[in-house]
């Protein structure tokens, strides 16, 4: 079952922060970060895995509430590199591990 | 590290032939190969996985004679569309995971194929 993403869209000027939420209804094992930018393909941000963890590198950091089956990525600071739209990918373990993606967030950082 | 590449990146094709798109880790060996199509402004969908040396496991609703899944090696997945019509234009993107404790969990991506078909 596809994880649900919000907000569906964010705009932000540049030095501002952002929360984007990532919750699923399924029992998770891991859930993984994703910043795409438009043409391209998706580039692998974090993952973190069962155990409820917070990770983090320079100002993106995310936390996973497994408990609650909810994780959320925090961008601090933003920059323009930033933008492009986020998603997250929930896997319930299994053999092959394959991911269900959400929706995705487009955030928008404007100077 | 982690580095999957794509070929082509872009193909336009005629409707009724078939296209091949190829999926190479460069620097870590795959155990688990993923397919997606993307259509504009959408999610990821997954299409089908595949694993080294055995047949693709394809998601509910997609045609396994249509998108033919070979995984040959432990570094190379191909993606066949077969007799493609104008409705399978789509960004085709590949994920690989791999084997051993820096890879194992995550999914890096190749840089996608866009194919149109006239």
């Known amino acids: 079952q596809q994880p649900v993403q919000s907000p569906q869209a964010v705009i932000l000027r540049e030095g501002e922060d952002a929360v984007i939420n990532c919750s699923s209804s399924?029992?998770?094992?891991?859930v993984h970060w994703y910043r795409q930018k438009h043409g391209e393909a998706p580039v692998f941000l974090m993952i973190?895995?069962?155990?409820?963890e917070q990770k983090g590198h320079e100002k993106i950091s995310a936390s996973f509430n497994e408990k609650k089956q909810q994780s959320s990525l925090y961008l601090t600071a933003s920059q323009l590199s930033y933008s492009g739209t986020y998603f997250c990918?929930?896997?319930?373990?299994?053999?092959?591990?394959?991911?269900?993606f959400g929706k995705g967030t487009l955030l928008t950082v404007n100077p | 590290g982690a580095v999957v590449s794509q070929h082509p990146s872009r193909v336009i094709c005629k409707s009724g032939t078939s296209v091949k798109i190829e999926c190479r880790s460069l620097?870590?060996?795959?155990?688990?190969m993923f397919w997606y199509r993307q259509f504009p402004k959408q999610s990821l969908m997954l299409m089908a996985t595949s694993n080294e040396g055995s047949k693709a496991t394809y998601e509910q609703g997609v045609e396994k004679d249509k998108f033919l899944i070979n995984h040959a090696s432990l570094t190379l997945s191909t993606l066949t569309v077969t007799s493609a019509h104008p409705e399978d234009s789509s960004f085709y993107i590949c994920?690989?995971?791999?084997?051993?404790?820096?890879?194992?969990?995550?999914?890096?991506f190749g840089p996608g194929t866009r194919l149109t078909v006239t």
């Open positions: 973190l895995l069962k155990g409820g």
């Open positions: 620097d870590f060996q795959a155990t688990t």
């Open positions: 994920s690989a995971r791999g084997r051993g404790q820096s890879y194992s969990y995550e999914q890096y």
């Open positions: 399924k029992a998770l094992y891991s």
């Open positions: 990918g929930t896997s319930s373990g299994g053999s092959n591990y394959k991911l269900t």
